[in-house]
C-alpha cells in the first residue's frame, strides 16, 4: 500500500447500532491529518467542477467549492433560475474555452444544449441540436411549462394525477439516450446512447457561441458483445450502454446491460471488448488513476486493468473479482440487477487506504467495503463475510432495527473517509418509474432516511458515524461541498420540495430552503451538483433548476 495522509476525523458517533460491528485486530499508526479534497480530475477530461455523471472517475459527487450559508427560508422567485427543456439529462458538464469562457454541456433525451450564467447570474442558452428519439417525440419549453402547470394543479396521489402522469411511463428507458455522458479534455461531449457511443463538439472549433454538431459515433458490435440473457425476460439481449467513464490515454470506457465492458479509442474507431459470462450490468463504472476498472455486475465486483490494448482479469496485473450478497427481494421485485447504485472509489491515490464502495443487493442493503489494491498483511477476515478483500460491512437500515427492505439506487456521496447515501426504497417495492416519481410530493409516498458511514483509519474498522431519519433524498444524489464540509440533500418536506443543508462531519441541519411542490422542482434520479460559486443546479423533470441563495456571488460577464 502506498504510504499516505489520513484524512479522516470523526466528529460524531452514533453508538450501538445494529449492524455496525465490523473490526479488525490490524492497527496502524495514523500519519499527520492534511486536508479532505476531491478526487483529482483525470487528464483526459475537461478540468471544470463536474465533467461527467458524480462529477469525476472515482465516481465521488464531491466539489472543491464553498456551498450556500444563508439561513433557511423559502426562496423567492428571484433565487429560483429555471430553464424550461424536456426531463433527464446527463449533467451539466462544464468546459472551460481558450478566452476564458465557460460553458454548460447539457445532454437530453431530445436534445443537446450549450449553456452558460450569464452576468446577471441567470442561465442562458447558446446552442442546441435537436437529435433523433423514438417512443416520444421532442418537448419544447412552452409544452413541458404548460403540462407541469396542469399537473401541480392535480393532488399527488389522487387518481386524475397517476391518470395524468402515466403519459411518461418508459421515458426513463429514453432516458438511457442521455444519462452517460462525460466532457473531455478537447471540449468534446461523449454519450453512451442506446446501443452506441456519439461524440459532439462546436460547430465551430473553440466556440463557445458557435452551434453543435456531431463528430462522430460508434455502434457497438454485437458479435463482440457477451449479450447475457436478462432474467425474467424472453426476449433476446439487448447492447444498451449503462455506464461511461475515461481512461488516463483517452481510451472511453463503456459497460453494457448485457455484460461487456468495452473501451473505445477517443477518435471512435476502434473497440476492445471483454465480457463477464452469465452476468448483466446495471450500474456505471469507477477508475482510478493507475488504470484500474471497477465493475459491478448483477453477481460480483472486478476491478479489471488496462494494459494499453487490452483488459487483464490477471491477479499477476492486479486485477480481482468478489461475489456479494443478494437477497429474496433482488430475484421477486427488483429485476435481479443485484447491487443497485455504482460503485465508488474511496481514498485518495497518495492516502494509505484505499477502497471501492458499493451497496450490495441484500433485502436491507449494506455497504461494502472492499480493498482496493493489495490487502494488509496483517489484515484478518472480518466475521460474516466471503473474503479477506471485505474490509466492512454494515446495514444501511437509516436506524431502524426492525427494517426489512432498504434500497440504495442513488450513487453514494464520498468525501475522505465518509460516505452518505439516502433511502431509496419506495412503499411497496415499487420501480422507480418517471411516473412513479412524479409521486414523491405526497407525504405518504416519498421515502425518508439519510445516513453516514465512515472508514475510522486508527481503528481499522467501517462504522456508522451519523443518521438522520428526518431527512429525505428518494431520488437524487447530494452533492458535498469540499471547502465548507456542507452536504446539500434535496428532498420533500410537508409535501414540498426542499434543499438541506447538513454539517457534514456531524449531519446537524445547517439550514433549509423551500423551493415548492411544483414538480419541475423534480430531480426523477439526477445528480445535484454545485457551480463554481457554489450556486445549486441539477437538471429536473421541469427542465434545469439553478439555485442563487447566496445572492451577490455572480460570474462576472461572459460566464462561470
Not at 322 to 342: C, F, K, P
Not at 409 to 430: F, I, K, M, R
Not at 438 to 445: E, I, P, S, V
Request: hydrophobic content about 40%; glycine content about 10%; charged content about 20%.
Amino acid at each position: 500500500m502506498r504510504v499516505a495522509l489520513n484524512l479522516f476525523v470523526c466528529v460524531a458517533l452514533c453508538a450501538g447500532l445494529a449492524g455496525c460491528e465490523t473490526s479488525s485486530s490490524a492497527v496502524r499508526p495514523l500519519p499527520k491529518r492534511s486536508f479532505e479534497r476531491p478526487p483529482p480530475k483525470s487528464p483526459a477530461l475537461s478540468q471544470g467542477l463536474c465533467v461527467m455523471i458524480h462529477c469525476d472517475t472515482f465516481q465521488s459527487d464531491s466539489i472543491a467549492v464553498k456551498g450556500p450559508m444563508q439561513s433557511s427560508h423559502r426562496l423567492s422567485d428571484s433565487e429560483i433560475d429555471m430553464f424550461w427543456t424536456s426531463p433527464i439529462g446527463g449533467g451539466l458538464l462544464d468546459y472551460r474555452y481558450p478566452d476564458g469562457e465557460r460553458v454548460l454541456w447539457v445532454p437530453k433525451v431530445d436534445r443537446i444544449l450549450k449553456m452558460r450564467i450569464n452576468s446577471n447570474n441567470e442561465l442562458e442558452q447558446l446552442a442546441e441540436l435537436q437529435v433523433p428519439t423514438a417512443r416520444f417525440p421532442y418537448y419544447d419549453n412552452d409544452y413541458m411549462r404548460n403540462w407541469v402547470e396542469e399537473l401541480d394543479e392535480l393532488k399527488p396521489g389522487s387518481a386524475e394525477f397517476a391518470a395524468k402522469a402515466a403519459a411518461w411511463r418508459g421515458y426513463q428507458q429514453e432516458g438511457l439516450r442521455a444519462y452517460y455522458a462525460m466532457l473531455n479534455r478537447d471540449g468534446i461531449l461523449f454519450l453512451g446512447s442506446l446501443d452506441r457511443i456519439v461524440a459532439y463538439t462546436d460547430a465551430e472549433r473553440f466556440r463557445a457561441d458557435s452551434g453543435i454538431r456531431k463528430a462522430g459515433e460508434f455502434v457497438l458490435d454485437r458479435k463482440d458483445l457477451n449479450m447475457a440473457q436478462l432474467p425474467g425476460l424472453s426476449k433476446a439481449p439487448l447492447p444498451i450502454v449503462i455506464g461511461m467513464s475515461v481512461l488516463s490515454d483517452g481510451h472511453v470506457v463503456a459497460v453494457t446491460v448485457d455484460g461487456t465492458v468495452i473501451a473505445v479509442t477517443p477518435n471512435l474507431r476502434k473497440a476492445y471488448y471483454y465480457k463477464l459470462g452469465n452476468e448483466t450490468i446495471w450500474n456505471s463504472v469507477a477508475i482510478d488513476g493507475d488504470n484500474g476498472i471497477y465493475v459491478v455486475s448483477n453477481k460480483r465486483l472486478r476491478k479489471l486493468i488496462w494494459k494499453g490494448d487490452r483488459f487483464s482479469d490477471a491477479a499477476a496485473d492486479g486485477a480481482w473479482s468478489e461475489e456479494y450478497e443478494t437477497g429474496g427481494l433482488d430475484l421477486s421485485v427488483r429485476g435481479a440487477r443485484g447491487s443497485g447504485a455504482a460503485p465508488v472509489l474511496m481514498g485518495l491515490e497518495n492516502q494509505r487506504d484505499q477502497f471501492v464502495l458499493i451497496a450490495d443487493g441484500a433485502d436491507v442493503n449494506n455497504l461494502v467495503l472492499y480493498w482496493r489494491d493489495e490487502i494488509p498483511d496483517n489484515w484478518r477476515q472480518l466475521p460474516g463475510t466471503s473474503s479477506r478483500r471485505v474490509a466492512g460491512k454494515v446495514a444501511v437500515n437509516f436506524g431502524r432495527d426492525d427494517m426489512v427492505a432498504s434500497h440504495i439506487a442513488t450513487s453514494p456521496t464520498v468525501l475522505g473517509y465518509g460516505v452518505v447515501v439516502g433511502n431509496n426504497q419506495l412503499p411497496g417495492n415499487e420501480p422507480a418509474y418517471l411516473d412513479t416519481q412524479l409521486r414523491l410530493t405526497d407525504k405518504n409516498f416519498s421515502p425518508s432516511g439519510l445516513q453516514k458511514f465512515v472508514w475510522d483509519a486508527r481503528r481499522a474498522e467501517f462504522r456508522s458515524a451519523w443518521i438522520r431519519p428526518d431527512v429525505a433524498s428518494p431520488n437524487s444524489t447530494p452533492v458535498v461541498a469540499a471547502v465548507n464540509r456542507r452536504l446539500y440533500v434535496l428532498g420533500g418536506v410537508n409535501g414540498k420540495w426542499t434543499l438541506s443543508s447538513l454539517d457534514w462531519d456531524n449531519g446537524s441541519t445547517e439550514a433549509r430552503w423551500t423551493l415548492g411542490a411544483s414538480q419541475r422542482f423534480n430531480p426523477i434520479m439526477l445528480a445535484l451538483q454545485l457551480l463554481p460559486n457554489g450556486d445549486p443546479v441539477y437538471n429536473a423533470f421541469g427542465g434545469i433548476v439553478h439555485l442563487r441563495i447566496d445572492n451577490g456571488k455572480s460570474w462576472g460577464f461572459g460566464g462561470l
